[in-house]
């Protein structure tokens, strides 16, 4: 089935007016004729570099900012109502375990936030979990990594120390830290504490950066190690964030991540607009690569999965034209105008006409309306809901969920 959309992002640098794609699903075809797709762009389907999925809970928590560092707030945030509500569903004994049925849930939960914003892949920063929690995610939620929280506080939520799961990495995926996530004596201390552990590699992920300086920053630049970019949760919590500036000048790979919904954006479409407001210097198509093929290279994802490939289709996000340059429309939707999103052949949400299509789907839907719109999505997402509600006995709103 092939359709023509106004314009197809195929990478950051190569954007084609008029470009037909040829449609590769999954499932047997009813139709083989594609919908109408007047006023739609294509792109490849993004990826969130930096996520909490368990931490998505809302509204955001931080009653005493700006914070020296992220290990101040990690304090209080326990403390917060968000948190003192999320208890009332799932409390974390750090044990590091998210396969207990409420967790998982709440995890299920966070990959929507990043389904209903065109994410097929989420890093999801935390210790790896069984096989299982990887298996049944509606999402691509990433496998292949090692990490540590952070160097001052450890692995308090489970894991080896830093030295160990950067050694276990054997240089084949990334290691994940989050470092120098504020603006005081400790966390400026962390980059000189990172080289000591001999953990400035090539694989390394930066998460945040906030305390590096324009020497660290350098020398993070000479071992091409990527740092991923969190601005609306850095902004939050200390009112300061990366050196973007200088990074971008060293050519440091960069991506983009939205962090938990505690200190975060709502989601990664979000975070790109939030990124362009606070930082209009820098070119849109820049803040694109970060959320795709940057992306991809800090996480060791094939280059396939962060482009659009026009001679088979299998992943694609299909939305609205309300601009006609492609990555200024990325500034003005939301996840209703997401008319197709497409992952590894098989439809994961969009326009109901889009799943009519179909005779047999190996897949089970939900659908629901935003406003004069039917949607299709994988799954129930509106059932997770509902569970939430019925432990707190009142409804709960999350507002990255459309419906
Ligand atoms: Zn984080």
Partial sequence: MKIKPSVCVVTPDHIEAGLELNLQFTGRLEATEAPEVKDAHAYAPFINAHDHLIGNWFPRSGDNRPYPSSHHWVEDMKQSFSVQERNLFWKN????????PHAYLL?????????FSGCAYVSDHGPLQPESYYEDMPITVLRNYRQCHSLTLGNWWGGKSAREEMQLTQGKMPFIVHLAEGVDA?????????????????NLLIIHGIA?????????????????????SNLYLMGKTLDIESCLKLGINIALGTDSTQTGSINLLDEFSNAHLNFPEIPLSTLYAMITVNAAKALFLPAESACLNPDATSDLLLIDALEHDPLENLLEVSSENIR?????????????????LYSSLPADYT?????????????????????????????????????
């Fill in 340 to 356: 197709l999103f497409m992952h590894k052949g098989l439809p994961l949400y969009g326009d109901i006409e889009w799943l009519n």
């Fill in 107 to 115: 995890a299920r939960l966070g990959c929507y936030k990043n389904l």
């Fill in 93 to 100: 004994h750090g044990d590091g375990n998210y396969t207990d």
């Fill in 186 to 202: 400790v966390t400026k201390k962390e980059f000189s504490l990172l080289k000591k552990e001999g953990l400035l590699q090539t």
């Fill in 212 to 232: 590096l300086t324009a020497a660290n920053l350098k020398e993070v630049a000479a071992t091409g190690a990527s740092i991923c970019w969190c601005p609306t």
């Fill in 367 to 403: 659908e629901f309306r935003v406003g004069k719109r039917e949607k299709f999505v994988l799954g129930d997402p509106l059932e997770l809901n509902d569970q939430i509600d019925a432990v707190l006995g009142y409804h709960k709103d999350f507002p990255y969920l459309p419906f």
